[in-house]
């Protein structure tokens, strides 16, 4: 079956893709408060790699963690995009275009659950690996490494969809969501990671 009939197949709904459209996918506080901590934590992020820049030609073990806060920001800055465009929607769309098309779609929980703990084995070896490969770079370094690693893995779980991780994190705590507040709980790891980098380079 081609890609183009699955594609059909998927968008059934009233969306572009089964129910989803490009537009602005949590227009809530809670949703744009999110928002504007990814980009918060990306200009924190980009401001600790600006600051390591002129460091790491007298020390070039610096050059490693440039990249990497670097990299965090630009990561953070797309994740932060896609807080609104909600592209994980439009992928599960797919995905369940093609279960139904393949004739599994009943089966999808038991997926689901494989897949959340494929994620959770992933994030767990992903964040030791991390922390092997920067051990000799700064505890900020380490600290937003493993932090991104967390707040990756739950936007990938929460994407999944399964039905009890989305009751889970349904729940409302303090007027706000708990997938809120954990958002919130990683990208403020990363703040403070980015700025104490900055602080131990004397900024």
Known sequence: ???????????????????????????????????????????????????????????????????????????????????????????????????RSGGWYEQRRGLQLAFVAVVALVALLAAVASLWATRRTSPPVRVAVVGFGALLAFVVARAASFHHVDMAISHEWLGLRVSSLVELAGLAVLIVAARWQRRALGS
């Open 1 to 99: 079956m081609s890609g183009f009939v699955l594609l059909a197949r998927a968008a059934e709904g009233a969306g572009w893709i089964g129910s989803w459209s490009p537009g602005i996918g949590d227009p809530t506080p809670a949703g744009w408060l999110a928002t504007v901590a990814y980009f918060a934590a990306a200009g924190c992020c980009w401001a600790a790699a600006r600051r390591i820049k002129p460091e790491y030609r007298r020390a070039p073990s610096l050059r490693r963690e440039w990249r990497l806060w670097g990299t965090l920001s630009a990561l953070l800055a797309l994740l932060g995009v896609n807080k609104q465009l909600d592209l994980q929607s439009a992928l599960t769309e797919i995905a369940r275009g093609l279960a």
